[in-house]
């Protein structure tokens, strides 16, 4: 008797197995067009940038937004959970910067960390004059750390894309990534670079007021990420203030966003 108890308890389980499996694959998958349209109306709620772009642009991007977020991996730190709408509004701003180019850039990005605010990593400096390394810490909103993982503050990836005035963590660190992983170029387009980042070194010692953030002046790869959050939330004024450098970024990245309407920020919003 208890024999036969069991194989009905066997024959109970391997039934409502069965069920289940039948009916999860039964369920039907979100299609690619309700997807996008998800996504379109969380990017156009938080990014002005979106506003902006051209028709055509805004379906490659979201097509390599799909793509972006099959490939990388987030992960949040010290309990952070990463949302879609993390995932989509960091990885659509990654993906803009690569537009203007036709091959996917990121197979040598392992992945993103998401910390809630700022973050306090190790810091060695070491005096060029003295040879004195100094250990210390610092505080930061974004790092790009070995050109294969990039970690970021979500208060300031949300607070810098809605605000649209020329800092954005997104950008910048990316930028990084890029010239990290595709180094090289045009020595005439380094050199005419090198000379932009002099101005703006003058500008900074006589003690100007500058467009470019003066963080910028630091060296030449500072110089370039700042320069690329200007060229793509305040293009029209950097075309107009600093032409030569607009035209360097607008061969570079192959885009011309001072072409594109008119960015329009959005009210200050922090969100976890």
């Not at 730190?77 to 091959?103: P, Y």
């Not at 649209?164 to 990084?176: A, K, L, R, S």
């Not at 110089?223 to 004024?237: D, G, H, I």
């Amino acid at each position: 008797m208890g024999r036969i108890l069991l194989i009905l308890l066997l024959v109970a389980i391997a039934a409502a197995w069965w069920h289940l499996r039948k009916k999860r694959g039964n369920t039907p998958t979100e299609s690619p067009a309700t997807r996008s349209a998800r996504w379109e109306s969380l990017l156009e709620r938080d990014w002005p940038m979106w506003q902006r772009l051209p028709a055509d642009r805004r379906s490659t991007l979201l097509e390599r937004l799909a793509h972006f977020l099959e490939r990388v991996p987030f992960t949040g730190a010290h309990g952070l959970v990463v949302t879609e709408e993390m995932r989509v509004l960091v990885g659509a701003q990654a993906c803009l910067i690569t537009l203007g180019n036709d091959e996917y850039p990121f197979d040598d990005l392992h992945g993103i960390t998401m910390h809630r605010d700022e973050f306090v990593v190790e810091e060695t400096v070491e005096d060029e004059d003295t040879g004195v390394v100094t250990e210390g810490y610092q505080t930061l909103s974004g790092q790009a750390i070995e050109s294969d993982r990039i970690v970021l503050s979500w208060k300031d990836v949300l607070e810098s894309m809605r605000r649209q005035d020329g800092y954005n963590v997104v950008i910048h660190e990316f930028t990084h990534f890029l010239e990290h992983t595709r180094p090289g170029g045009d020595r005439a387009a380094r050199a005419a670079l090198e000379s932009c980042l002099a101005e703006l070194r003058d500008a900074v010692d006589r003690g100007e007021q500058t467009l470019l953030d003066p963080y910028g002046a630091e060296d030449i790869t500072e110089f370039l990420a700042v320069a690329a959050e200007f060229f793509f939330e305040r293009s029209p004024e950097l075309r107009e203030r600093h032409p030569l450098l607009y035209v360097l970024l607008r061969d570079s990245f192959h885009l011309d966003p001072a072409s594109w309407e008119a960015p329009v920020a959005l009210p200050s919003k922090t969100q976890d």
